[in-house]
């Protein structure tokens, strides 16, 4: 149950910013890595877990929610238990993040800092700012910019114009996959009070901003080679567009479950296209 609770399936969106800022540095070692990847996923299974929890004790999670196992909501962990996960996946992105800025800068340290303090409190404090309807920018910037220029910063030492452009991609893809999320959803946010941006901007126009996000961050790499920002091995990524038309087409008429696999299918959209960016790079 503690791995259904971690939400394995989405793990790639923290794994493949990692990849890809890695790709974009000018020279990388094996040990760092390492290192930036078990940042990536302790903040991610911690921000789930405390998820889980947070959602579990307000009464956000009900039995109507469709999706991922609920912990804490079902009674298959105590709340406590769930907490001390949380806790512990932060544990090891801190611990991993400390040799790493050892290894690197200081500075990381700041930027972890922030990190695990925005995944705390996406859900949980007083005034959880996913219920203010800042979860989409969250996850722009901590699964993309920080994720992918970061992971370039750790490696290098700087950040340099491609390494930009990938994390900006890497972010609206992240973006699309809690778009997707939350569009799914919206009946049981509403019902609950919880105001995400897709319960405040509504059906429809969640929708078309999950297409736009898809659209923007695909077409970024051609932007980028065509103003000289971005090597023409970048190109590459553009073979995800055939897997982003599946999921941009259902969107537009799925319900309820029907949604899950749009989830799901931005996930895989969202690891090919930055695998083949990845490789893109590394060719280059």
């Known amino acids: 149950m503690w791995v259904l609770g971690a939400r394995p399936r989405t793990l790639g969106v923290g794994v493949t910013p990692v990849i890809v800022g890695t790709a974009a ?31 579990g004790k307000r009464g956000v999670d009900t039995a109507a929610r469709v999706g991922p196992v609920r912990l804490t909501a079902t009674g298959l962990k105590s709340p406590r238990a769930v907490a001390t996960a949380a806790l512990m996946s932060f544990a ?15 500075w990381l340290l700041v930027f972890g800092a922030v990190a695990i303090l925005a995944a705390v409190l996406y859900s949980g404090g007083p005034k959880p700012y996913a219920s203010a309807g800042l979860g989409e920018l969250s996850v722009f910037l901590f699964f993309g910019l920080l994720a992918t220029a970061g992971t370039t910063y750790a490696q290098a030492g700087h950040i340099g114009p491609r390494a930009w452009w990938s994390a900006v991609s890497m972010g609206l893809l992240a973006v ?38 898809i659209a923007a961050a695909l077409i ?20 995800a567009i055939p897997l ?15 949604l899950v696999r749009v989830l799901l299918g931005t996930v895989l959209m969202l690891v090919q296209f930055g695998v083949f960016l990845a490789i893109g790079l590394w060719l280059s």
Request: aromatic share 6%.
């Open 244 to 258: 982003a038309a599946g999921p941009m087409k259902t969107v537009g008429y799925a319900r309820g479950p029907e």
């Open 92 to 106: 090891v992105a801190g611990v991993a993040g400390l040799l790493l800025a050892r290894a690197s800068s200081w």
């Open 25 to 55: 540095a000018e020279h990388a070692t094996a040990l760092r890595t390492i290192g930036c990847l078990l940042v990536a996923l302790g903040l991610q299974i911690g921000v789930n877990y405390a998820n889980d929890y947070s959602d």
């Open 176 to 213: 699309a996959v809690l778009v997707a999320n939350n569009l799914r959803d919206i009946p049981t946010d509403t019902a609950v009070g919880k105001r995400t941006l897709a319960v405040r901007i509504g059906d429809q126009a969640t929708r078309a901003l999950y297409r736009a996000v």
């Open 220 to 239: 970024l790499p051609l932007l980028g080679w065509l103003v000289g920002q971005m090597p023409a091995g970048a190109l590459l990524a553009l073979a």
